[in-house]
């Protein structure tokens, strides 16, 4: 973190550079977590305790320099790991999130999906499925920055729509303010884009090739196994439809499968679009849905 003698202990006491792969550990520290933590080091990877005493709150703005992954344990503590999982999503949406439960139900694990988790292991988790999950993460983690160049790469945006126009002027209100975007013409397109471009956002329309089209994108990368390493990217849903998808399909029982990060209706509101774009990315405060 920022300052890990206050909120946190960190495993190495080896200078840091911009490079440095970072692990944050919240959890126990149990003999089997302890070992699991040591490990890493072996790995060239520095890893910090999240102190007992550090609120949810206060961890997002404290997390090292990226590349950073978080892990989360739930078996010890569940209501403090889950405020946890809800503040890092909410502040930090581009770090990626490892949660580790016991026996989580079909539901907990569609939640814990839904809310943009990278990854969810079982209890126990074993150092070589810590390896090749944190493996995953730092990979993605990489692809989104296309250099090693210390400069801050822009953010990227995808915009999946079929109203040529629209995307045009998003587009261009998007790039005025600093943005590199892309855009999709289709739900299929959209997915094509996603691995391709490996944006930090997305910016998705529901009726395009068929009425479902934007619903269908959304249940693909929050949920499939082909899209498991952009399960993290949120989300922004934006529609001429008057309702969301949880009001809209309130009886349906797999609505959240459908549902995004954020749900908004056109014409936008421009400054209240914008901030949730940057809300998202974590460069602001999070904007009330």
Known sequence: MANPQDSTTAGSGH???PLTRHVVIAAHRTPAWTELAHGLLADGIEYAWIAPGTTPEEIPSQLPPPPTVVIVDLTSDASRGLAIVTE??????????V????NPSIDFTRRMRLAGVFYLALD??????????LGNAFDCLARARPGTSTC??????????DDADYV?????LLE????SVASARSGKEGLEKVRAETPDLIVLDVMMEYDSSGYEVNQAVKFTASFEGFRHVPIIMVSSIPLDPPTRFQM???VDMITPNRYMTKPIDIPRFLATVRALLGESEPVPA
Do not use: N
Request: aromatic fraction near 2%; hydrophobic fraction near 45%.
């Open 88 to 97: 890092c999503r909410q502040s930090a949406p581009a770090v990626p999130l």
């Open 252 to 254: 349906a029982g797999d």
């Open 15 to 17: 200078a840091q550079h």
């Open 124 to 133: 126990p988790v074993t150092a070589d499925e810590v390896r090749t999950i």
């Open 99 to 102: 949660v580790v439960a016991a």
């Open 176 to 179: 005025s303010r600093g943005y």
């Open 152 to 161: 801050r790469a822009k953010r990227r945006i995808l915009i999946v729509d």
């Open 168 to 172: 045009a002027s998003l587009t261009a």
